[in-house]
C-alpha cells in the first residue's frame, strides 16, 4: 500500500489522537516526512485536527476515489491489487488499453473522477459527470480462445446486480449487458478485447455505475433513461466502498469463469434475468428479431422462439 | 506521393539527363529545392550522374522499401495508399497497433527492413535480418460481427500464395496460416485483432515473407525449417516489386472477404491446399487429434475425421 494509505491507517484505527512521533516510529520514517505527508493528504482533501500535546486526529475524509480507501473493502487476491487513480481522463477503458499494451499484469484497473469521452456499446457515448459515480476499468487475461469469451459479456452485470442487491436495490439484468432499475439504466459495461486469431492476448472491462448521481446532473436527452444509487435511495453512497464491492463481486465471477467454464456463467446470468418465456423483441442493423425467450446457449447468444423457428441473436439492441 | 518520388519519377520516366531546371517547373518548386531533395536522396542511397550542361540522371536505386518504390507497383484503391516506412523496428505489428488506435484508416501499412521483436503466432519470435525480407503489417477495419472474423486468417495465405506462384515457385498451404516451399516456412503471418464483444474496432495483418534471405543469414535451430525466394531460386528479387504484388493480391482477397463473404475465402483456401483426403496430424495444448480431413467449415475450423467421428479443431499447430 502507499504511504498515504499507511498514515491514514495509523490514524483510523485511532478514534483518539495520534502522535506524529508514533506514526513515525511505527512506519520506520522521520517526523518531518510524516509531516509532509500530512500536508498533501491535506491538499488532497483530508482534515486533520491538531493538538500539541496529543498529535493527530482525522476528521474528514474526501470524497474521492482514491486507491487506499478503495483498498480497505477490498477482499480480492488479484483484481484492484494495482489500481491507477485518475482525476479526469477521456476514458479509463483507452487508459487500460494502454496499461495492457505495455505489459500491466491481470487485475490492473484504472479509476477515474469523471470522463471526457467516457465509451459505451455499439460506439455510443457514456455520461460521465465528475466526482459523482464510479469509472471503472479493468485488465484481465484470460487463458482461452477467442470464440469461446463472449460469455465474459456477463460477469460484470453478474457483479454489478449483485453489488446493487446488497445496496437494498432491485435491480434486473437486460440482455446482453444491461443493469436497469424500474427500466432506467443504472450501469453500462464495455468488454474491449485483444486477441490474436488463437489467443486473447488481454481483455478491458469497463464499468459506468451511477452512484450519488442526481437527477439535474444527467444530460437532457437521456434524463429518463438512467438513474442512480441516490435517485433510487435518496441517499449517498460511499463510492470507495461500492467500488470495493464491486471488484469483489467481479473476482468472484471471473474465477467461476475461469474455474467452471463460460457455461456456468450463462446459466447464472440467464437465473438472474429471469428471460426465460418472455417476450422479446430485438433490433440489429439490418432487421428485427420478435419472439419468446427460451434462455441463451452456451455462446452467450440468445435462443428466440419466432413464429414457429429458434432464432440465435448474437448481438444489438434488446427492447423486451 | 511523396516530393522524393516525384523527383524520381521524372528521372525514372527518362533514360537520358534531365535538368533540374525541368524538374523545378515540372514540380513548380524552386531549383535549389530540387538540389536539396536529390542531396536527401542520395544520403539514402539513390546515386545520380550530374553533368553540367545536361541535368541529373539516375545511375542507382537502393534495395530499400521506400514507400515511394513500392508504391511503382502497387495497384490497390486502399491498401498500401498510406505506407509508414521504417528501418528498424520491434514488431511491425506493434506500430501498426498503435497507428490503428489513434485511429489511423483502412489500408495504411507498416514495412520495416529489419524488426528488433518479429512477432509470430503463438508468443514464437520472427527471424528478421536486415534489408533481405519483408516485414509487414496492414491495418483493416473491417464491419463484421467478431464472432466472424476467423476466415480472415486465410487471407495472407492466399494472397503469398499467388504472389509465390507468379514468382514460379511452387508454394503449398498448411492449416491454419502457413505457407511452404518443400515444407519449409517461406512466409508467417500473425493477425491481431481489437474487438468490443459486439464490434470489431481494428485487425492488424502482420506478414513476414522471406525474399532474399540467405541460408546463413537464418539462425541454426530454424534453418533447416525456413526457405526463402532467393534460396529457392537462386536469384535476387527486388522486395518492392514483391511487397506491391502482395498488396494487390491481398486487396483482391480482402474485397472478396468484404464482398461475397467468409465462406468463399474458407472455400478458396480449401481449393489450393488440396488438403481434402489428406492424412492430418494437429497437435493441440492438451491433446493430439489424427485423422483424414474432410475440408474446413464456414468458421475456418479444420473438420477431420478421427475413427468414425467427425471432430471440429479450431487452432493449433498441424503437423501433415
Known amino acids: 500500500m502507499d504511504r498515504s494509505g499507511e498514515i491514514l491507517g495509523c490514524l483510523r484505527n485511532e478514534s483518539r489522537y495520534v502522535s506524529g512521533a508514533s ?40 470524497d474521492k476515489l482514491y486507491p487506499w480507501e478503495i483498498d480497505r473493502y477490498l477482499d480480492t487476491k488479484v483484481l484492484g491489487r494495482n489500481l491507477h487513480y485518475v482525476d479526469s481522463v477521456d476514458s479509463t477503458n483507452t487508459s487500460a488499453i494502454k496499461l495492457a499494451m505495455s505489459g500491466d499484469e491481470e487485475g490492473t484497473c484504472v479509476v477515474a473522477e469523471s470522463q ?21 476499468s479493468i485488465i484481465l487475461r484470460p487463458v482461452i480462445h477467442p470464440s469461446k469469451i463472449y460469455p465474459l459479456t456477463f460477469i460484470p452485470s453478474l457483479a454489478v446486480y449483485d453489488t446493487l442487491a446488497a445496496s437494498g436495490l432491485e435491480p434486473r439484468l437486460k440482455w446482453p449487458n444491461d443493469v436497469l432499475i424500474k427500466n432506467r439504466k443504472i450501469c453500462g459495461s464495455l468488454i474491449e ?58 473476482e468472484r465471477y471471473y474465477e467461476i469463469f475461469r474455474g467452471q467454464g463460460t457455461e456456468v456463467i450463462c446459466r447464472l446470468w440467464e437465473e438472474r434475468a429471469g428471460i426465460n418465456g418472455a417476450f422479446m423483441e430485438i433490433r440489429q442493423f439490418d432487421r428485427v428479431y420478435r419472439g419468446i425467450a427460451e434462455g441463451i446457449d452456451s455462446d452467450g447468444a440468445l435462443l428466440l422462439r419466432e413464429n414457429d423457428s429458434l432464432v440465435r441473436v448474437i448481438a444489438g439492441d434488446v427492447t423486451v
Open 116 to 136: 471526457g469521452a467516457g465509451k459505451g456499446r455499439l460506439q455510443r457515448r457514456w455520461h460521465s459527470p465528475y466526482g459523482k459515480n464510479l469509472y471503472l
Open 193 to 250: 478485447v485483444s486477441t490474436e486469431m488463437d489467443r486473447v492476448r488481454f481483455v478491458v472491462v469497463g464499468i459506468g455505475l451511477n452512484v450519488n448521481m442526481e437527477e439535474k446532473e444527467i444530460d437532457g436527452e437521456i434524463r429518463d433513461k438512467a438513474t442512480s444509487f441516490f435517485m433510487e435511495t435518496k441517499k449517498h453512497f460511499e463510492r470507495t466502498a461500492v467500488c470495493g464491492m464491486l471488484l469483489n463481486n467481479l
Open 23 to 62: 506514526i513515525a516510529t511505527y512506519l520506520g520514517v522521520s517526523r518531518t516526512a510524516i509531516w509532509k505527508h500530512l500536508k498533501q493528504l491535506e491538499q488532497m482533501g483530508y482534515m486533520f485536527e491538531q493538538r500539541k500535546s496529543l498529535g493527530y486526529r482525522l476528521l474528514g475524509t474526501p
